[in-house]
């Protein structure tokens, strides 16, 4: 008899809580999946302090393969569920689909950032729930900072250091309490030249900070955010948002650039799919953690409305107390339905406090109900997270300690664009990349020249952007289309940058027997050599003897080294820009299709081809004429198909080793 399989959507606080607590339970008497778009588990409470420059990102991120033994990792994102049939659809991270069969279902997706009918707060604000979000905002606050200290215009310099924080609840609070502190360190080791002062303000329609919690550990958060030079503003939101600052409802507009949106959270969409009772967003179940008619399915965290036992006609918040609380429930609920553990349970909860950590010695705690302030709650705070976390705990108090005697690294990495972290995302803990129909349609690529995608304002030079996609014609000024008559100096000559390059050149019209030239003879429309079927291969191309005299061309490789295509996959391919992926290169009516479609909805896109040509390399073009018949099958002793990128040093027949397309 097979044993049965739980599988459980979502690594949160909730899913890697349930999956640690089967692990232990079932002892091999069941197999456990986690399905998760990332390979680790993030502890979002430390989340602020990565943005400040405190803790490094791998310190908050817990690996799942690592601390959960017994439990079988998918990478993926869940984007649909049969009930009936009891499967579960997923797109992996590079776009291939793939469907899991459970006896027990536990949808632990989590929540997604909250949005709010406000016009452009969606196109101008970034969230703050996952590491992308993070990163990104660490790097933008420094390079506003660096930008205002050269700037010479008082007003430009007020608008880069003016940072907006909505939201005055947990996140929000510790965001700009780290904030400040983080930007006052750069200032005073970089003062500016107009003398000006970074200013942080946070903004609530609430009547006072962190208002969900005791109203003493609000007062004490306010106190420390105000002595710090926080411009707190409760009773005012923001009315509409532009790219050069905010509106707000009291009618004052506020010139900046960064506008961080921590009002609150929302259900991950994936349960509104379901066509199950609903509460808000939320996935209604019993105190047992189950959803009624249905003994397979379980929820918890944030996307299950679990009644609140010790008050009667409510609901537990969605905290990460609550989500981590139900996710050791729920595994005994889910092992005691599969008759492998004890006796189920209802959900009920004892309130332990809360601590926000403010930075530096501050911090506001009430543990077990006593309201504590200063460094004896800033003592409190980080041993409790120490004691929270799953793994890292050295790891996060040795970064502590370091950053308790050494400055602050105040640099911008830059890896992370404002494009990748949309605040309009069902997955905010995974960054957008190029290549993906998802990123929208100002989705730009990174500086190094990303596949099919174009610079934002604040990234590379250039205009129009460069259409590298399947079935588009590329832009004029990139390489393979037509050069920019625009340029200075006009239309460029032959040979030159940006102009008709001359033949045999790197760009130029290739010669015979190159790739993307006037197809050699024993080529797919050229005309076939009379020594072999077929016609022999020309020098330089797949299944032919490597050229001689052109070291690190595509399509130099020594037999030795690479794998070569048939003929049937030797057909002219398309022009693409250095950078783009070939798979991205391809006409879009192919007679192959991708396999790798995502959804339209969430950020995952469709699978890119994970080796792009190299920079420096030409880029094949189409031949003059149609393309004739492929001819018949290479001889037996080719080597076998593959594709045309080295997988490293190629060891050449005839010459020094070359490197392979990167």
């Known amino acids: 008899m097979s044993r049965p399989r739980i599988v459980i959507v979502g690594a949160g606080f909730a899913g890697y809580r349930t999956a640690r607590t089967l692990s232990r339970l079932t002892r091999h008497q069941a197999d456990i999946v986690l399905l998760n778009p990332t390979d680790y588990f993030l502890y979002l409470p430390l989340l602020p302090q990565v943005a400040a420059g405190i803790l490094e990102p791998r310190r908050v991120s817990v690996s799942l393969s690592g601390t959960l033994p017994r439990v079988r990792l998918v990478l993926g994102e869940a984007d649909g569920i049969d009930l009936d049939g009891r499967t579960v659809h997923y797109t992996d991270p590079e776009g291939g689909e793939g469907t899991l069969r459970y006896d027990r279902l536990v949808l632990a997706a989590g929540s997604v950032n909250k949005l709010l009918p406000i016009p452009g707060v969606a196109e101008h604000a970034h969230g703050f729930r996952g590491l992308p979000e993070a990163l990104y905002l660490r790097d933008h606050v420094t390079r506003q900072v660096e930008l205002a200290a050269a700037a010479d215009d008082r007003a430009e310099c007020a608008a880069r250091c003016t940072f907006v924080v909505v939201g005055a609840g947990y996140t929000g609070t510790e965001v700009a309490a780290h904030g400040q502190m983080y930007t006052d360190a750069q200032v005073r080791r970089h003062p500016m030249r107009t003398g000006m002062r970074p200013r942080w303000m946070l903004l609530d329609v609430a009547e006072r900070v962190l208002p969900e919690m005791d109203e003493r550990l609000s007062r004490t958060a306010e106190r420390v955010l105000r002595q710090r030079g926080v411009d707190v503003r409760m009773g005012t939101s923001v009315k509409e948002a532009t790219h050069?600052?905010?509106?707000?409802?009291?009618?004052?507009?506020?010139?900046?650039?960064?506008?961080?949106?921590?009002?609150?959270?929302?259900?991950?969409p994936l349960v509104?799919?379901?066509?199950?009772?609903?509460?808000?967003?939320?996935?209604?179940?019993?105190?047992?953690?189950?959803?009624p008619g249905r003994p397979e399915l379980f929820a918890c965290g944030d996307v299950a409305a679990v009644p609140d036992l010790t008050k009667p006609g409510q609901y537990t918040p969605m905290t990460a107390q609550h989500a981590w609380?139900?996710?050791?429930?729920?595994?005994?609920?889910?092992?005691?339905?599969?008759?492998?553990?004890?006796?189920?349970?209802?959900?009920?909860?004892?309130?332990?406090?809360?601590?926000?950590?403010?930075?530096?010695?501050?911090?506001?705690?009430?543990?077990?109900?006593?309201?504590?302030?200063?460094?004896?709650?800033?003592?409190?705070?980080?041993?409790?997270?120490?004691?929270?976390?799953?793994?890292?705990?050295?790891?996060?108090?040795?970064?502590?300690l370091l950053d308790a005697v050494l400055p602050r690294q105040a640099v911008q990495l830059g890896l992370v664009r404002?494009?990748?972290?949309?605040?309009?995302?069902?997955?905010?803990?995974?960054?957008?990349?190029?290549?993906?129909?998802?990123?929208?349609?100002?989705?730009?690529?990174?500086?190094?020249?990303?596949?099919?995608?174009?610079?934002?304002?604040e990234g590379r030079r250039g205009g129009e952007p460069a259409k590298a996609r399947p079935g588009e014609?590329?832009?004029?000024?990139?390489?393979?289309?037509?050069?920019?008559?625009?340029?200075?100096?006009?239309?460029?000559?032959?040979?030159?940058?940006?102009?008709?390059?001359?033949?045999?050149?790197?760009?130029?019209?290739?010669?015979?027997?190159?790739?993307?030239?006037?197809?050699?003879?024993?080529?797919?429309?050229?005309?076939?050599?009379?020594?072999?079927?077929?016609?022999?291969?020309?020098?330089?191309?797949?299944?032919?003897?490597?050229?001689?005299?052109?070291?690190?061309?595509?399509?130099?490789?020594?037999?030795?080294?690479?794998?070569?295509?048939?003929?049937?996959?030797?057909?002219?391919?398309?022009?693409?820009?250095?950078?783009?992926?070939?798979?991205?290169?391809?006409?879009?009516?192919?007679?192959?299709p991708s396999t790798g479609a995502r959804r339209s909805e969430a950020p995952g896109g469709t699978r890119s081809s994970g080796r792009t040509r190299s920079p420096g390399a030409p880029a094949p073009t189409r031949s003059a004429g149609p393309p004739a018949d492929p001819g018949p099958e290479p001889p037996p002793n080719q080597p076998p198909p593959g594709p045309d990128i080295a997988p490293g040093p190629v060891k050449r027949t005839d010459g020094p080793a070359v490197e392979g397309d990167s």
């Open 244 to 268: 050069d600052g905010v509106l707000l409802t009291d009618g004052t507009t506020v010139d900046t650039r960064t506008l961080v949106w921590c009002v609150g959270v929302r259900p991950d």
């Open 272 to 291: 509104e799919s379901l066509g199950l009772p609903m509460e808000r967003g939320r996935l209604l179940v019993d105190p047992y953690l189950q959803v």
């Open 325 to 400: 609380r139900h996710g050791k429930v729920c595994a005994e609920n889910v092992a005691a339905s599969l008759g492998i553990g004890g006796q189920r349970r209802a959900y009920r909860h004892r309130d332990m406090g809360f601590v926000v950590d403010l930075g530096g010695a501050k911090a506001a705690a009430n543990p077990l109900g006593v309201p504590m302030s200063g460094p004896a709650a800033g003592a409190v705070t980080r041993g409790y997270h120490l004691a929270a976390m799953p793994g890292n705990r050295v790891r996060v108090a040795a970064d502590w």
């Open 418 to 457: 404002s494009w990748s972290v949309p605040l309009e995302s069902a997955s905010p803990e995974v960054a957008r990349v190029p290549g993906r129909p998802d990123a929208g349609p100002a989705g730009p690529a990174e500086s190094a020249g990303g596949p099919g995608r174009t610079e934002p304002a």
């Open 473 to 592: 014609e590329p832009a004029k000024g990139q390489p393979g289309g037509e050069s920019a008559r625009s340029q200075p100096g006009g239309e460029p000559a032959k040979g030159q940058p940006g102009g008709e390059p001359a033949k045999g050149q790197p760009g130029g019209e290739p010669a015979k027997g190159q790739p993307g030239g006037e197809p050699a003879k024993g080529q797919p429309g050229g005309e076939p050599a009379k020594s072999q079927p077929g016609g022999e291969p020309a020098k330089a191309q797949p299944g032919g003897e490597p050229a001689r005299k052109h070291p690190g061309r595509p399509g130099a490789d020594g037999a030795s080294g690479e794998r070569h295509r048939t003929s049937e996959s030797a057909r002219p391919r398309p022009a693409h820009a250095p950078g783009t992926s070939r798979k991205a290169a391809e006409p879009s009516a192919a007679p192959k």
